[in-house]
């Protein structure tokens, strides 16, 4: 059974830096891409970033350009976000998750399986 398990949430300052961590069980991370998403209290979930099947090619939400990193370690199966600058608007529930049409990565959800159980990440003073 393919199954995510994310971590490293927790409560940060605004301008401080977290990174998550995504577990992969069941599944090698080069045969999917994978999605990280976040709800945020009372809105739908959304995209924040993606990384392709290969690696290579890595996608971000405008809300994360020029803050977050994402990454892949295959060998540890693990797919990480680096997030700095933290703002009040990136608090939410952050989810990992496979692309299972596109091997690029899409910031729709629609296309992803395997949803972890989350991690929560609170950005206040």
């Known amino acids: 059974q393919f199954q995510f398990v994310e971590s490293g949430g927790g409560w940060v300052q605004p301008g401080g830096s977290l990174t998550l961590s995504c577990s992969a069980s069941?599944?090698?991370?080069?045969?999917?891409?994978t999605g990280w998403f976040r709800r945020a209290p009372g809105k739908e979930r959304e995209g924040v970033s993606t990384?392709?099947?290969?690696?290579?090619?890595?996608k971000y939400a405008d809300s994360a350009k020029g803050r977050f990193t994402i990454s892949k370690d295959i060998n540890n199966k693990t797919v990480y976000l680096q997030m700095n600058s933290l703002q009040a608007e990136d608090t939410g529930v952050y989810y990992c998750?496979?692309?299972?049409?596109?091997?690029?990565?899409?910031?729709?959800?629609?296309?992803?399986?395997?949803w972890g159980q989350g991690t929560q990440v609170t950005v206040s003073a």
């Open positions: 998750a496979s692309d299972l049409k596109y091997t690029l990565g899409s910031l729709q959800e629609t296309t992803y399986a395997y």
């Open positions: 069941g599944l090698t991370l080069n045969q999917y891409a």
């Open positions: 990384i392709s099947r290969s690696g290579a090619v890595t």
